[in-house]
């Protein structure tokens, strides 16, 4: 059974770094077949992609924020830690993790909401 | 970036009515797209992927059409659960998620 959990701070202030873990079990982050990706919706919005690791390590981040992000893997703990600086009021929305074996999202954490407000 | 814009934005329906929204890539996607329902307050759902291939454990009602730039999610007969919001996601390009289409009661 595939499960993911996001945590972290839930509330940040501007210009500050969000950091996010996501905790997984059920698979093995350790092949080029599997990835976990993140995923953010604001509140009342549609979802974005943020960003992707597969096993291999190989990396993918949206062009659009792709400044702000970095995504890496413990693979010893099955966590996926993504890290966005400079937040900003207007990047208040609900992180999601979800596993994947391409692109498509086949499972999801429930979310976590982070609000950035000072 | 691929842009994916759905309709409608809002549909309303009946219990046992034939449902079908539309997502379209503003350029080729092959068939790379894929298809969330949400319910309030929770995790999408992976309902179709590949354009047309039905997740598992997704009842038969649900089906995914399409290829090139136009694609549609068809709900053959409404039931009670499906009252949520859709979205449609491309991958061939990373990835961009539709508006969302909001299904609700008539």
């Known amino acids: 059974q595939i499960t993911l959990k996001e945590s972290g701070l839930t509330l940040v202030k501007p210009t500050q770094t969000l950091t996010l873990t996501c905790t997984f079990s059920g698979f093995s982050l350790t092949t080029s077949e599997v990835g976990v990706g993140w995923i953010r919706q604001p509140p009342g919005k549609t979802l974005e992609w943020l960003a992707l690791?597969?096993?291999?390590?190989?990396?993918r981040y949206s062009p659009s924020l792709r400044s702000r992000l970095t995504v890496t893997k413990d693979t010893s703990k099955n966590q996926v830690v993504l890290r966005m600086t400079n937040m900003d009021p207007v990047d208040t929305a609900t992180f999601y993790c979800?596993?994947?074996?391409?692109?498509?999202?086949?499972?999801w954490g429930r979310g976590t909401l982070v609000t950035v407000s000072s | 970036d691929i842009q994916m814009t759905q309709s409608p934005s809002t549909l309303s329906a009946s219990i046992g009515d034939r449902v079908t929204i539309t997502c379209r890539a503003s350029?080729?996607?092959?068939?790379?797209l894929a298809w969330y329902q949400q319910k309030p307050g929770k995790a999408p759902k992976l309902l179709i992927y590949?354009?047309?291939s039905l997740q598992s454990g997704v009842p038969s009602r649900f089906s995914g059409s399409g290829s090139g730039t136009e694609f549609t999610l068809t709900i053959s007969s409404l039931q009670p659960d499906d009252f949520a919001t859709y979205y449609c996601q491309q991958y061939d390009s990373y990835s961009t998620f539709g508006q969302g289409t909001k299904v609700e009661i008539k």
């Open positions: 690791i597969y096993g291999d390590d190989d990396k």
């Open positions: 590949k354009a047309s």
């Open positions: 979800a596993h994947t074996n391409y692109w498509d999202f086949g499972f």
């Open positions: 350029q080729s996607i092959s068939s790379w």
